[in-house]
T-cell receptor, first 118, second 116 residues
């Protein structure tokens, strides 16, 4: 899908264990985002990146950290997973401010990663 | 901070009929984009339609059109000739710059069911 892949697609882990989700893009887009989707809450922004080593917090960043050492990769880490972090996680990419073509400013999503914390 | 509100958690419509999904947003920015995304049971997020805030003309994509009221900060989606394949979760989203970086904020979604 538009050169964006997430791994793993499914993961079951236990409370207290570290978890890393990976997002990889081949579009060379500057911006990358991590969202979580939960019933009744829609998609909520966890962290985002606007360049290599440039990241910022979203609305639900507690308990999560991110890293971006290369343009194509954006990692989301749960240092010590909790049951409240059971969710579907989406990575997304965009190239805002790149003009008015149909693709400009559009947010393109990966397929999602379902994480279950027992 | 920007917010997006979808006040209709669930809706249903008969096949071939027209349905309108509501969305309101709040922002102090003048330049931004608004989007509707569709999420079928496959969980894939699919862009339905996009609207640039600086354009007064409402966007259309085949059976999908929007009613963009900038002053009222309203952005509704109209689906004409509804089809069974339109059954999905629909999310309204705002995309804009805040403090020099670009973010996308989503509403809580409207679950649409098209009835045969």
């Amino acid at each position: 899908d538009a050169g964006i892949t997430q791994s793993p697609r499914h993961k079951v882990t236990e409370t207290g264990t570290p978890v890393t989700l990976r997002c990889h893009q081949t579009e060379n887009h500057r911006y990358m985002y991590w969202y979580r989707q939960d019933p009744g809450h829609g998609l909520r922004l966890i962290h985002y990146s606007y360049g290599v080593k440039d990241t910022d917090k979203g609305e639900v960043s507690d308990g999560y950290s991110v890293s971006r050492s290369k343009t194509e990769d954006f990692l989301l880490t749960l240092e010590s997973a909790t049951s409240s972090q059971t969710s579907v996680y989406f990575c997304a990419i965009s190239a805002p401010g790149t003009g008015t073509t149909s693709g400009a400013n559009v947010l393109t999503f990966g397929a999602g990663s379902r994480l279950t914390v027992l | 901070a920007q917010t997006v509100t979808q006040s209709q958690p669930e809706m249903s419509v008969q096949e071939a009929e027209t349905v309108t999904l509501s969305c309101t947003y709040d922002t102090s920015e003048n330049n931004y984009y608004l989007f509707w995304y569709k999420q079928p049971p496959s969980r894939q997020m699919i862009l339905v339609i996009r609207q640039e805030a600086y354009k007064q003309q409402n966007a259309t994509e085949n059976r999908f059109s929007v009613n963009f009221q900038k002053a009222a900060k309203s952005f509704s989606l109209k689906i004409s000739d509804s089809q069974l394949g339109d059954t999905a979760m629909y999310f309204c989203a705002f995309g804009g710059a805040t403090s020099g970086t670009y973010k996308y904020i989503f509403g809580t979604g409207t679950r649409l069911k098209v009835l045969a």
